[in-house]
T-cell receptor, first 114, second 113 residues
Framework: DARVTQTPRHKVTEMGQEVTMRCQPI?????VFWYRQTMMQGLELLAY????????DSGMPKDRFSAEMPDATLATLKIQPSEPRDSAVYFC????????????FGQGTRLTVV | AQSVTQLGSHVSVSEGALVLLRCNYS??????LFWYVQYPNQGLQLLLK??????LVKGINGFEAEFKKSETSFHLTKPSAHMSDAAEYFC???????????FGSGTRLQVQP
């Protein structure tokens, strides 16, 4: 059963702490996306990678957010230091660069910063 | 540039009634279009997609959508709503795998008994 796996599913942390979210894309997919979902802003694209190289991270606050792909099976999104306004659901999705742009989503990480 | 507009942030229908969720898109190239559904505390699941093969696209759970180039629309319909259809629905556009999907703001569908 091919699916995108995200960990953790839920995270509560105190303001100022580092948060790391992980994503395992579907095997064989060469494009990985990070989206953030909030009530106010809806679904926002934070960053995406193709063949592990960052293509666009213009949606990410550069001073505190960073995204990497250490290898083809792992993508990470870090926030340091975290702030209450970072509270949201973070989704990872994967797809194929040569395809239609269809993205397969993980279950998301619900982050609460107190 | 690509963008999506979903008309109506909330739609309420009675069980058994027609469901119509509206989506208009903007794209500088022939687009690929998608409808995703999100149930509470879940990720987004693909309902259906338009990839230029046919203008009327059938998806899962009895949903379908029609691509109308002249109207730049891709509205989602279902002839008879079921209680289990209550969810949030997102329309999205892509200009191919070289770019990320751009999503609309979503429409929350309520189904009344």
């Amino acid at each position: 059963d091919a699916r995108v796996t995200q960990t953790p599913r839920h995270k509560v942390t105190e303001m100022g702490q580092e948060v790391t979210m992980r994503c395992q894309p579907i095997l064989g997919h060469n494009t990985v996306f990070w989206y953030r979902q909030t009530m106010m802003q809806g679904l926002e694209l934070l960053a995406y990678f193709r063949n592990r190289a960052p293509l666009d991270d213009s949606g990410m606050p550069k001073d505190r957010f960073s995204a990497e792909m250490p290898d083809a099976t792992l993508a990470t999104l870090k926030i340091q230091p975290s702030e209450p306004r970072d509270s949201a659901v973070y989704f990872c999705a994967s797809g194929l660069a040569a395809g239609t742009g269809e993205a397969f989503f993980g279950q998301g990480t619900r982050l609460t910063v107190v | 540039a690509q963008s999506v507009t979903q008309l109506g942030s909330h739609v309420s229908v009675s069980e058994g009634a027609l469901v119509l969720l509206r989506c208009n898109y903007s794209s500088s190239v022939p687009p690929y279009l998608f409808w995703y559904v999100q149930y509470p505390n879940q990720g987004l699941q693909l309902l259906l997609k338009y990839t230029s093969a046919a203008t009327l696209v059938k998806g899962i759970n009895g949903f379908e959508a029609e691509f109308k180039k002249s109207e730049t629309s891709f509205h989602l319909t279902k002839p008879s709503a079921h209680m289990s259809d209550a969810a949030e629905y997102f329309c999205a556009v892509s200009e191919g795998g070289r770019r990320a999907l751009t999503f609309g703001s979503g429409t929350r569908l309520q189904v009344q008994p």
